[in-house]
């Protein structure tokens, strides 16, 4: 299982990135997908999830309204889409899958089984 990350860079609070995770060994439209990220010197934090199913989708408190996640089952890759950014988005950006039937998801990074390589996101004020 390979997640490789993508489409970080620098921008200009206000901006918009898009961030691509695509995956080879497995199939983003059976795993839950997730979005974290991370600061020196701090935990690894919770932006997003898409359930397997794509009936659930949630968002961190903090990006809820300017970041939506989705995926093209075609290209077997997952998105977040970073819009109105903030200095305080500024991290490595992390995606992650875990296999799962239900429709539970946890915001706790342990809970997935697979990572990506990370992608930094730098927003200038």
């Known amino acids: 299982v390979q997640l490789q990350a993508s489409g970080g860079g620098l921008v200009q609070a206000g901006g918009s990135l898009r961030l691509s995770c695509a995956a080879s060994g497995l199939t983003v439209s059976s795993y839950h997908m997730g979005w974290f990220r991370q600061t020196p010197g701090k935990e690894r934090e919770f932006v997003a999830v898409?359930?397997?199913?794509?009936?659930?989708?949630v968002y961190a408190d903090s990006v809820k309204g300017r970041f939506t996640i989705s995926r093209d089952n075609a290209k077997n890759t997952v998105y977040l889409q970073m819009n109105s950014l903030k200095p305080e988005d500024t991290a490595i950006y992390y995606c992650?899958?875990?296999?799962?039937?239900?429709?539970?998801?946890?915001?706790?990074?342990?809970?997935?089984?697979?990572w990506g390589q990370g992608t930094q996101v730098t927003v200038s004020s």
């Open positions: 898409m359930t397997w199913s794509g009936g659930v989708r």
């Open positions: 992650a899958a875990r296999w799962y039937t239900g429709s539970n998801w946890q915001r706790n990074s342990s809970w997935y089984a697979y």
